[in-house]
């Protein structure tokens, strides 16, 4: 099962900007990077996904680097409401790691 | 539609006791998957099902069983609890494999005592 690492915690405040970065160096051709959310006491719900460069949605973006051994979660002008375990998947048959916990302050 | 439902929501188990945790999804997904959360940590696959029928061994195996007969179903039977396996446990589903968004149910919280 393909493993990525993450740091383990961040600690940020309202109205920032978040860059969490996640280190797959196994990533097999196929692979996707997919990142989850997960808030206490619920499942894990996907935020963004994916392959190479940059994409971006209503809530990230994810910047992929061309080697691909990496990628980075960029979670804009955050709120309190943002404070959560966010998970990195080397999409394939993986696990999700202990993932980062992000504790956003007033 | 209703998602990834699970029952139950709470259960606490004597050592040596068996039980099944329901999973259904109702999206017609192919993939399906249990996890297992641990406090503090992250999740641990323990078994998944890329379709009907078929089974395979995630991460964490030991102590579980699973069955896929239907496509929306996917069952988790603890065969004999120990205390180990207290835990949080989710099940999630996704359209064709675990690359494709997982959908995820809102998890049973097993205590063995």
């Known amino acids: 099962l393909a493993k990525t690492t993450q740091p383990i915690s961040m600690d940020s405040y309202e109205g920032q900007e978040v860059n969490i970065t996640c280190s797959h160096n196994n990533i097999a051709t196929n692979d996707y990077i997919t990142w989850y959310q997960q808030f206490p006491s619920q499942g894990p719900r996907f935020i963004i996904q994916?392959?190479?460069t940059k994409v971006t949605n209503e809530v990230a973006s994810l910047f992929i680097p061309a080697d691909r051994k990496s990628s980075t979660l960029s979670l804009p002008r955050v709120s309190l409401s943002d404070t959560a375990v966010y998970y990195c998947l080397q999409a394939g048959k993986s696990t999700f790691g202990d993932g980062t916990t992000l504790t956003v302050k007033p | 539609n209703a998602g990834v439902t699970q029952t139950p929501k709470f259960q606490v188990l004597k050592t040596g006791q068996s039980m099944t945790l329901q999973c259904a999804q109702d999206?017609?997904?192919?993939?399906m998957s249990w996890y297992r959360q641990d406090p503090g940590m992250g999740l641990r696959l323990i078994h998944y099902s890329v379709g009907a029928g078929i089974t395979d061994q995630g991460e964490v195996p030991n102590g579980y069983n699973v069955s896929r007969s239907t496509t929306e179903d996917f069952p988790l039977r603890l065969l004999s609890a120990a205390p180990s396996q207290t835990s949080v446990y989710f099940c999630?589903?996704?359209?064709?494999?675990?690359?494709?968004?997982?959908?995820f149910g809102p998890g049973t919280r097993l205590t063995v005592l």
């Open positions: 999630a589903s996704s359209l064709d494999t675990p690359g494709d968004t997982q959908y």
């Open positions: 994916g392959y190479k």
């Open positions: 999206m017609n997904h192919e993939y």
